[in-house]
């Protein structure tokens, strides 16, 4: 079967977002010698968590975690035909780095659909890789925000093909994947009702309920319903957010987007010309992009809080390559697409180690296989990837706790102040209710 000539740019880029894939994978695993396991960072929670929800631990009650389900279900379900914890890690990492690509295709696809320039279509799904840590996160472990970024995109695609309702499913994804990303149905619904068109938005709604009466149902079968209330609604209400001023904030964020501030800055401008036009099937992928870039200002941890972002930006890309820019008569399109592809090579190539950038990472480190676990809490990294990797059973539902717990156990008062904050009990309903209440009141 010859495939369709049209669509060359969007195998392109899936060929190019592979290839950049395969060429990471072997620079950061060089270090590890036969045998050797890598840190998983904070991708331990995600595979730790999934691979004993397998094997009877409940969400919310027995581990603690203020994300929705559905990026726990997806470890789950790859834990449940995982063997080993080697298999499992495989498997996870394949998954994350097949959101990855996956973002990429979806955003040529997206251009192309809504333009028909090849160029554009390239230059969009090439951005996402100027962001070194896009390329290099999914390659270290399970990660929640390439899954989000990928789904965002698809439901994004899946509305501009006139499919609601598949837009509809890939949006309550997103959204049962990171809360935040209840933006993504809520824009497209409100989208479809100023053009008036009604059974669009009831069939967005339809796709989107259809994902939360699916994703909760494991919930259900938990019993943890209270709990998944208390953890993801009201944990967030009680902790302070991100560190330092949405300033600082913004700036960290520049600083790990490196060679893709221009990237981001092109993807603005192509929105800025989107509504110069009146090209109004723009708008819902410029709302996103606006949301999880306004969210920066909010909270800014680390460069997965990009992985969003950048993408959506890149779909604005696409816009300005095919608006043809000029100055004084000259053509910019060939520039700038050649201006992209130079970012992300840079980006690729460097693998972030650059000036400005905040989190290089030039290889996974191996895990100390000689370590011991002091059965005291808190763990420490290594202890963390130790419990994983030797498949040690949840001594407790916070082993994995951080400055957000520590908040909301003691604005809650979940153990009395002589206790320590880790004793506390997890998904606790009533007491973080009424802590939200006296907050807010």
Known sequence: MVPD?????????????????AFTALRLYARLGPGERPVLFDSVIFEYHGWWLARGRRLYVDLWEVKPPVAFEVTTALALVAPDPVTYHALAVAVTVGATVATCVLAAAFVLDRTGDGLAALAAGVGPLAVAGFVTRGLVGFKAKPLVAALVLAALVADGRDSP??????????????????AVPAVLV??????????????????????ASVAVAPVVAWGTVPAMVAETVLVPLLSTGGNGTPAGRIARALAGMGPAVPVVALGVAGYAFAARDRAREWLPAALLTAWFGGL?????????????????????????????????????????????????????????????????RATVEPYDSSASLDPALPYNRTEAQYVFWNEVPPPSCRLFGAVTQREVVRAAELVPPDEPWRAAPCGRFGPLAEAVAEKYS
Do not use: H, N
């Open 5 to 21: 000539p049209r669509r060359r740019p969007v195998v392109a880029v899936a060929a190019v977002a592979l290839a950049v894939e």
């Open 296 to 360: 920066l200002l909010l909270d800014y941890d680390a460069s997965p809080d990009l992985f969003v972002v950048v993408p959506a930006a890149a779909l604005g890309v696409g816009y300005a390559v095919a608006a043809r820019p000029r100055i004084r008569g000259r053509a910019l399109r060939r520039p700038l697409v050649a201006g992209v592809l130079v970012l992300a090579a840079l980006s690729v190539g460097t693998l972030g180690a650059m000036p400005g950038a905040v989190e290089p």
């Open 190 to 211: 409100a989208t479809a009702l100023a053009r008036g068109d009604r059974s669009a938005a009831g069939r967005v709604l339809a796709g989107t309920g259809l994902v």
């Open 165 to 182: 309702l598949l837009a509809g499913v890939a949006g309550g994804l997103a959204a049962g994947t990171w809360q935040l990303a209840a």
